[in-house]
Each structure stands twice: as C-alpha cells, then as structure tokens.
C-alpha cells in the first residue's frame, strides 16, 4: 500500500481532503480508473526525480511505502475550485475591475491556501482576463474523466508536463 505522511507537511489543508488519502494511499482506492492509477504512477514517479531519496518503491518494515506528492493548491484552486471565473468575466466589464474582482473571490474561496494566497501575478502574466479565462478552461477540457462529479480535490488534468501532475 502507498501511502503518503502529508499532515505535518500541509498543516493548512482541510482534513476532509486527506481522508480517501489516509485510507486508501494517495489518491489510490479500490474502483480506481486505469487512467488515474497511471496518473498516481506518474506522480511516485516525479515524486522520486525531485527527491531521489524517497522510498516509494522500498519497503525496509511491513507496510511503511511512502512518497510525498505534489498537491499544486494553487493550480488545482483556479481550475477546479473557481466556477465563478466566467461569471466574473461576463458580469465586470473592465480588465482591471475583472481581475480584482477575481481576486477577492478567490481570496475568500481559495480552500487549503494560506491567508496571504496572492493571485496577483497573473495579471502581469496575461494581457487581458478573457485571455486568463481561455487558458483555464483549455486546461479544464484535458481533465481526466472531466464530466464527473467529483469534488474539485478529486479531478486531475492529463499531465501535458511534470508541472501538470497535481
């Protein structure tokens, strides 16, 4: 069994999130899909290249497989716990007034992110918030199994590069 000792690293993460985690291994369970099994390969995977130390593959005492995955809150926030991204975009009308609208929502709804969470340099990072808008709803399409009705801590996008593997 994988499992994965994140409560000490992430102490502002909600517990509801680490439950099927706790149990299961990370992200891994019983009726789990072939593509998100490879995904959780992936991230062992990565997980070992950041960390060559970790002993995702050794087990020195029975059940002690552990690696430390990569939770990305801040990405997995603006693609899977923002649904009021394109109602933002439709209900301002000035590029200054989108984005900082945007950034109170998110100030106020950013789950596991620390008080001081700053979306502020996306702004310089796009010239205009439909643009934002655009590039988060692209990615949203390469989710896995996107149509589901999964909690947002529960869907992945296809990992177009190591970044991506949340």
Same mark, same amino acid.
């Given at each position: ?13 909600? +517990?509801? &999130?680490? +439950? ?7 992200? *891994? ?58 109602? *933002? &975009? ?15 929502? &998110? ?27 655009? +590039? *988060? ?30």
């Amino acid at each position: 069994m994988i499992t994965s000792s994140n409560t000490s690293n992430n102490k502002s993460i909600d +517990v509801d &999130m680490l +439950v099927d985690e706790e149990i299961w291994g990370h992200r *891994i369970y019983n009726e789990q899909t072939p593509w998100l099994c490879f995904l959780e390969f992936l991230g062992i995977l990565y997980a070992i290249d950041q960390d060559p130390n970790q002993q995702a593959f050794v087990e020195t005492k029975p059940n002690t497989l552990s690696y430390l995955p990569q939770y990305r809150l801040y990405l997995r926030n603006i693609l899977f716990n923002n649904p009021r991204l394109v109602a *933002i &975009m439709k209900e301002t009308t000035n590029e200054d007034g989108r984005w900082q609208r945007w950034f109170n929502y &998110m100030q106020g709804s950013g789950a596991g992110l620390s008080e001081q969470a700053d979306f502020r340099y996306l702004q310089q990072r796009f010239e205009k918030f439909t643009d934002f808008v655009k +590039v *988060i709803d692209f990615l949203r399409g390469t989710a896995i199994e996107g149509e589901s009705n999964k909690r947002w801590s529960s869907k992945f996008v296809f990992p177009l590069r190591t970044l991506l593997l949340l």
